[in-house]
T-cell receptor, first 114, second 111 residues
Framework: AQSVAQPEDQVNVAEGNPLTVKCTYSVSGNPYLFWYVQYPNRGLQFLLKYITGDNLVKGSYGFEAEFNKSQTSFHLKKPSALVSDSALYFCAVRDPYNTDKLIFGTGTRLQVFP | DSGVTQTPKHLITATGQRVTLRCSPRSGDLSVYWYQQSLDQGLQFLIQYYNGEERAKGNILERFSAQQFPDLHSELNLSSLELGDSALYFC??????????FGAGTRLSVL
């Protein structure tokens, strides 16, 4: 079965510092991986996806993610964090064997301090 | 704005009642997905429709049902509500298995 794990419930980082939000996956076949962000009282916003190609994927708001097949990881990164990046981040894998539903991780709350 | 519209934003109701949540997908998207977000279960897939037909079921209770209409909007019906059904319900739409775009959600409170 397809699954993703987000090992950290919360990540704290100072504004201007680089940030990393971790995600590992378990899939059979090629992984289709996504990152979404959820701000308070809002829906999930798509950040980026990995289907195939370059291991470094660039997305919205200056975020990028690094796909690592050997470590089965898809960590979200940003070189310089902003206070406004504080939100809940979800990693997800698409299940191509079951009509493309998304399977989400448990989420990581990112707190960026001024 | 994702282009996916969900109404209402908030619903407060009592146990045993029935409610209907509505979703209008992005223009041109044929697939609609429903997800439930709760503190204890996280984000869980409920059901998917594609061009009016049910395509997949996830962790959806028998008390819950959904449909997609010819104009592609979808409704999620929740009946015999229990306290544990209190959650955020999201609708998402996509074009042919591509990126899923989410609505702002409906927050259901069962008292």
């Amino acid at each position: 079965a397809q699954s993703v794990a987000q090992p950290e419930d919360q990540v704290n980082v100072a504004e201007g510092n680089p940030l990393t939000v971790k995600c590992t996956y378990s899939v059979s076949g090629n992984p289709y991986l996504f990152w979404y962000v959820q701000y308070p009282n809002r829906g999930l916003q798509f950040l980026l996806k990995y289907i195939t190609g370059d291991n470094l994927v660039k997305g919205s708001y200056g975020f990028e993610a690094e796909f690592n097949k050997s470590q089965t990881s898809f960590h979200l990164k940003k070189p310089s964090a902003l206070v406004s990046d504080s939100a809940l981040y979800f990693c997800a894998v698409r299940d191509p064997y079951n009509t493309d539903k998304l399977i989400f991780g448990t989420g990581t709350r990112l707190q960026v301090f001024p | 704005d994702s282009g996916v519209t969900q109404t209402p934003k908030h619903l407060i109701t009592a146990t045993g009642q029935r409610v209907t949540l509505r979703c209008s997908p992005r223009s041109g998207d044929l697939s609609v997905y429903w997800y439930q977000q709760s503190l204890d279960q996280g984000l869980q897939f409920l059901i998917q429709y594609y061009n009016g037909e049910e395509r997949a079921k996830g962790n959806i209770l028998e008390r819950f049902s959904a449909q997609q209409f010819p104009d592609l909007h979808s409704e999620l019906n929740l009946s015999s509500l229990e306290l544990g059904d209190s959650a955020l319900y999201f609708c998402a739409s996509s074009a042919a298995g591509d990126i899923q775009y989410f609505g702002a959600g409906t927050r259901l409170s069962v008292l």
